[in-house]
Structures are given as C-alpha cells and as structure tokens.
C-alpha cells in the first residue's frame, strides 16, 4: 500500500519577463563576430501559431505571361493564314454563303396547228415549297407539326400526306418542293388556310400555324386545250419541265429556250432587298408551228376511235397528207389519252402507233408490184391473167381470200379483185428468173420508202422489216408481192399513196411547218426530200387502176365512194403477228387511197389490228371510216368535185 503525502506538489518555474533592451545599449558585434541568435520559440502550452513565410510570386507570374504569350501567338498566326495566305479562299465562301442563285425558267413555247390554233401551251403556275426548319420542335413548340401540315395539305396537293410529311422532316435544308406546277387556285386555297390558321394562332396564342413554312415559287404549267386531240402527235412535258414524248420531246431545245438566273443576298434564307441583286433573264422557247390541220385531225380521230370500239379492236389509225406537199393534215391513233393527265393514261396508249407499230400490210402493197409491173413493161392494164383457185410455188399451195372457179382477169381486174394468185403471176414476169424478179420488185420497194425511216425524225418510229431480195425465204419470195413477209407503218403505207397521186413523185412527209421565235420572225422548216419512184404515165395508169377498185362492181372498195368526186383506193386484209407470242393472231385490216383520182389533192390511210367482233375485211370495217375522213378533208380543204367521168378500164376478158 502506498503512502499519500501531504506535502504539495513543486511549483513549476516561471521565467521571468525580458528586460526591455534601450536602444543604443545592445552591442554591435564586432569584426568577425558570429551573430546573436534568437531563441527558438518554444512549442509549449501557451505559445502562439508558427508564422507562414510566402513564396516569391515571380515564377508563376513568368508562366502565366508565357501561357498568354503562346496563346496570342497561335491567334496572330490564324489570323494572318485566313487574312494574307488563305483570304481568298474564305472570300469565296462567304460569298457563297451570303449570296444565293435561283433559276429562272424559261417560258416554254407553244404548238399550234396549221392555222395558228393552240395545240399545247404554258399558263401561270406556282410551285409549291417549305422551309422544314420551321416545322422542327423549336420552331412550332409541338412535335407533330409536320404530319398536322401534311393532314391539311394532302387533300389540296392530291399528295400522300406521308410523303408530305417525310419531306417536312428532311433536315440540313431550308428548301424541299412539295408539288410543281400547281395552278394558281391551288396556292390560293393554301394562302387562305394559312392565312386562317394564323388569325386562330394570334387571337390567344394557345394555336401554332403549322403552315407557316409552306411557301410557293412562280413557275408555268403545260395544258393542252383539245384534250386527247392529236396527243400521239404532241406527247407531253414531264415533271421536270421536258418533253416526255411526240413533239414535245423531238423538239424540246427549240420549245425550251433558255433558262436564266436571279443572284442575291441572303439571310435567314431571305432575300435582302437592300443589298442589290443581278439577274439573267430568260429567253422564252420557239413557238412550233404544224401540219395537222386541227378540224381533219378531228375527224380522224373521232372516226378511228368510233370504229376501234364497234370492231373491239386493239387499236387503229388514220393518217391524211396532202400529196402535193407532202404535209401531214392528220395523224390519229385510237385508243388515245390526255397528256392533261397522265395518271388516268393506259400506258399502252402512250404511243403514236401510226408511226411506231410494224406490221404486215396485205393488199394496200400490191400497188407498189403493180407499179413495178407497169415501169418495167412486163405488162399493161389489159393484159390477160388467168387465175386458178390454188397455185403452187415453193413450198407452199397460195390461195386468195375467196374460193372461186378459174378467173380470167385483166392486170386492171387482178388489182380490183386483190387476187393473191394474179399478183404472184404478174411480178414473177419482172424477171427471166425468181431471183431477177425478186431483185427487180425489192428495187421499187426501197424506192417508195419501205424498210427506211419517213424522214420525221419521230422519237420511236420504226422502219419496218425489209430483208435484201438475197435472204428471201422460199415462201416470201411469192408472199412479198402481195404484202405478207414484209413490215412497214402506217406513214410508210400512206406516203406509197401519196407518190402515185403525186404523180410518181416521192415527198418525205413533213410534220412541222416551221418555228415562230422570241422576237416574232418565223422560220420555215427545210424543204422535204422529193424522189422520182415511178413515171407520171405509169402514176396516172396506177390511180386508173385504183379507181377500179372503188368504182366498179366487182371492185372491193365500193364503200368509199364519195358522190361526186372521183375517188382512188385499195384495201388490205393481213394476217397479223401477234407481238404477245410472235404467231399469226388475227387480222390486219387496211384501206388506202387518194381523190380526186384525176387530180389528187389528198390521199388517206387507215388500219385497225385485231378487229373481234363483225368483219375483219379492210374494205368493210376501214373502207367506211376512208369514206368519213376522205369527205371531211375534201370539203375542209375546199377541193372541187371533179365533174369528169372515170376511165373504166377492163376487169375480165372471154378467154
């Protein structure tokens, strides 16, 4: 156990306060003396903090100055790259940032008839655009502006409003075009919505005009006045403002003119109406002038379609020239359709069939042997042929349309009775040999413009099908003569016409008259091509011939007689290849011709492919609508009755 003790414990020592020194009394140290040295301050109770000695601030501020220093470096040398070595460049840049183009279409010229009447022309129309910037989130502050614009112009732009609303949404653009070529009621219905939506949006700011950003460009638009009249001739413009067809596209530069172009300043995608702008102007295109005569054209069209539909035909066409010139007065095609609107168009029927179908003629052919027949002497008018029912050749038994006794016919009656047999006896004289016959016959083909192009220049015309005399086959040899072996087009068969009643003369047909420019001067197309196929004594024996046909008794073109003018003509009945199998499907049916037969001044050509229902012979479904069209473009053309009467020449003979 321990002992406490009493006694208290030692008192710790406190130092005494230091003297105060007076000054003067402390000694300096002498030469050589160390320096006193202070006490350290002791860390026991009672003492204050330790004092914190600061750094010299001068490294830093020598880093920072660096810092800076390398920094203004770097601003002085971008400075002098986009300023001095680069400054054109960025010039250029911003140019093209500040300043925008805009094309300024040029007015597209129109198409007339023969007589000035419009056939195609360009109105005033807008272009319907938007800005989708301002159809975004941020803009409109709701998110489905674009499909609520969309829902409203749908109905008006006949557009999917998905495709409407898709093009809304396209981003990194100020610019997408929503329709072309609206008319001008159109714009003013979506002015008036916008302008509805906008007093809604400012009465109390609760609506957003989500059409706000739906702006409009001038622009024109093609109408074509007649509708389905001559639309296989005139085509029709597609949505890029270019011939898509017919003359429309043959002739697209000379209707296009020239484009021109509007520069200016811009903000916000705006033009600045301060800062100036220079402008391009466009050059209007050329006003095209026609052949076609707009009333014959009429006619033609209106009496193909009307036949077309009775026979329950694939389709026909009639082509009307005047002889004399070589101008195409009509060119119709049945079925047709309306370049006003394409959208309701058979595609099948976006053809000009007149010139672009090859087929087999038949009979209407038969005059070319004839005239070769009748140049090269083999035989006259009157000369005799007998014709049996059957006649051997190659490899095949020929036959004609009918069966008959024997006939005995004159080369007149061969031709007025479309005898098959006659023709292969008559042209087989037109050589020593086939072959020689053959060569001689293939010469006046190529003459009269078979297995070449017409001379339009018509975006997909055809040639036909012509082989050399050469690569005949055994049975063309013998089927050629009469029309069968060998494609043409209707021009083709028409212009054949058109050189007999031109008096052996052959014109390439023409189509366009000439052009009308910007400043009102016309220019005349180029004068067509004229060939000598045949002789004018053997033309006129020919139209002799071909009066046989619709004159006479026993002619088989007695529907297209016209009282009071003496009338030419021939008909044609073809077996047809059937493009779908590339068999014999059918029949051509074809009736040609020209009047007056002493004086032509007009010859027409009409064909129908595939007539179902009723005749298929040319001379009773075609021979009729002849017969329409023919009268129609005599009295349009104001071309006396002839008043003479018709040389009848011998069809039979007594053997």
């Not at 003790?5 to 003297?19: F, L, T, Y």
């Not at 008036?192 to 460009?217: I, P, Y």
């Not at 903000?267 to 026609?290: D, F, I, Y």
């Not at 003369?505 to 000598?532: H, M, N, Q, S, Y």
């Amino acid at each position: 156990m321990t002992e406490v003790s009493d006694r208290e414990p030692p008192r710790r020592r406190v130092p005494s306060p230091a003297r105060p020194v007076r000054p003067g009394s402390q000694r300096r140290p002498g030469p050589g003396a160390r320096p006193a040295r202070r006490p350290a301050p002791s860390r026991g109770q009672g003492q204050g903090p330790r004092a914190i000695r600061l750094g010299s601030p001068r490294p830093r501020l020598r880093l920072v100055s660096l810092a800076l220093a390398l920094v203004l470096i770097a601003f002085v040398v971008r400075l002098l790259q986009v300023q001095a070595v680069d400054a054109s460049e960025y010039t250029a840049k911003a140019e093209k940032n500040r300043y925008l183009s805009r094309t300024l279409a040029a007015e597209r010229g129109g198409i007339t008839d023969r007589n000035g009447v419009d056939l195609a022309i360009s109105v005033d129309a807008n272009d319907i655009t938007a800005d989708p910037t301002l159809f975004t989130r941020k803009a409109t502050k709701i998110g489905d502006a674009p499909e609520q614009a969309a829902a409203l112009l749908g109905p008006i732009l006949d557009k999917d409003p998905d495709e409407l609303a898709a093009k809304l949404r396209t981003k990194n653009t100020r610019y997408v075009v929503l329709a072309r070529r609206q008319t001008p009621q159109v714009w003013t219905q979506i002015k008036d919505l916008k302008s509805t939506l906008a007093d809604k949006a400012g009465e109390d700011g609760s609506e957003v005009n989500v059409l706000a950003g739906v702006l409009q460009e001038p622009s024109s638009k093609r109408v074509y006045p007649n509708g389905e009249l001559g639309a296989g001739i005139l085509g029709w413009v597609n949505a890029d403002g270019k011939g898509g067809g017919g003359i429309e596209q043959q002739l697209n530069k000379e209707l296009s003119g020239k484009d021109g172009e509007i520069r200016y300043a811009q903000s916000g995608g705006r033009q600045v109406p301060t800062a100036g702008s220079t402008e391009k102007p466009a050059v209007a295109g050329s006003e095209v002038e026609l052949t076609i005569d707009r009333d014959i054209q009429w006619a033609a069209q209106n009496a193909i379609a009307e036949q077309v539909k009775e026979s329950e035909a694939d389709r026909g066409y009639v082509i009307v020239q005047d002889n004399k010139t070589g101008e195409i007065l009509a060119m119709a095609n049945s079925p047709g359709f309306d370049p006003n609107d394409l959208s309701k168009a058979d595609g099948n029927a976006l053809h000009n069939w007149g010139l672009e179908d090859a087929y087999e003629p038949g009979s209407t052919a038969k005059v070319m042997s004839m005239a070769a027949v009748l140049e090269e002497d083999a035989a006259t008018p009157a000369t005799h042929v007998t014709v049996p029912n059957r006649l051997h050749r190659g490899d095949r038994l020929f036959r004609d349309d009918i069966d008959h006794p024997t006939w005995y016919l004159t080369l007149n009656g061969v031709l007025a009775k479309s005898s098959n047999i006659g023709t292969i006896l008559a042209t087989g004289q037109l050589g020593k040999t086939q072959q020689e016959a053959n060569q001689v016959l293939y010469s006046y083909l190529r003459k009269f413009g078979i297995g070449d192009y017409t001379g339009l220049g018509f975006p997909g015309e055809t040639r036909g099908i012509l082989a050399p005399a050469g690569q005949w086959s055994t049975s063309q040899q013998y089927t050629i003569p009469f029309g069968q072996g060998v494609s043409i087009n209707a021009m083709q068969a028409a212009s054949v016409y058109s050189t007999i009643a031109n008096g052996g003369v052959r014109i390439e047909p023409t189509l366009v008259r000439g052009t009308k420019g910007p400043d009102g001067r016309f220019t005349p197309a180029a004068k067509p091509k004229e060939t000598r196929v045949v002789s004018e004594k053997t033309a006129k024996t020919l139209a002799q011939m071909l009066e046989s046909v619709v004159d006479d008794r026993e002619g088989t073109g007695t529907k297209a007689r016209i009282p009071g003018y003496r009338v030419a003509g021939k008909t044609g009945t073809a077996n047809r290849v059937d493009p779908a199998t590339g068999r014999y499907h059918g029949y051509t049916s074809s009736f040609a011709g020209f009047a007056p037969a002493d004086n032509p001044r007009v010859t027409v050509y009409c064909a129908i492919q595939n007539a179902t229902k009723g005749s298929y012979f040319g001379g009773q479904i075609c021979g009729p609508v002849y017969k329409e069209v023919l009268e129609f473009a005599l009295k349009t053309l104001q071309v006396p009755p002839t008043g003479a009467q018709a040389a009848r020449l011998p069809v039979t003979f007594t053997p």
